[in-house]
């Protein structure tokens, strides 16, 4: 009789100790996930803006040529429906000479693929990517 109380304390003692601790483990394991995340889709953009400026750089491009380039990569990462927005500078990159810079800037509101949307979590509100480079030459 006295192994069964014992045996009974214990199980007590154990369900106390899990009530405790497995909200701690969900946040843990939720915010690495939602890290996880947020980190993919910031290479993501940061290549989307990469790859942008490398099309805008070519001597003959056109800023149809470049929102189209970002786009593509978007649109492959499945962020083409997520909000996500194109700057261009100089505002007409035909007019740019050799050697001149242009910068390709892509931003995207993270609360729009967000996974968790959880507020415990800090995030970014909004993941952005800058490149510049210079217009290459004929």
């Not at 045996?7 to 899990?18: D, L, P």
């Not at 750089?57 to 927005?85: E, F, H, K, W």
């Not at 500078?89 to 740019?96: A, E, G, K, R, V």
């Amino acid at each position: 009789m006295a192994g069964m109380k014992h045996n009974s304390k214990r199980r007590a003692a154990a369900t106390v100790e899990m009530a405790l601790i497995l909200p701690l483990l969900m946040i843990l394991t939720l915010g690495l996930i939602e890290y996880g995340w947020l980190f993919l889709n910031a290479h993501r953009v940061t290549n989307a803006a990469r790859q942008g400026a490398r099309v805008g750089a070519r001597p003959d491009s056109t800023n149809a040529d470049v929102l189209t380039t970002v786009d593509t990569i978007m649109q492959q990462a499945d962020l083409g429906s997520s909000g996500y927005q194109v700057a261009v500078t100089p505002s007409d990159i035909t007019t740019l000479q050799p050697g001149e810079q242009l910068t390709v800037e892509v931003s995207l509101p993270y609360a729009n693929i967000e996974l968790v949307g959880t507020t415990l979590l800090p995030v970014p509100s909004t993941l952005r990517s800058s490149l510049t480079m210079a217009r290459e030459g004929p």
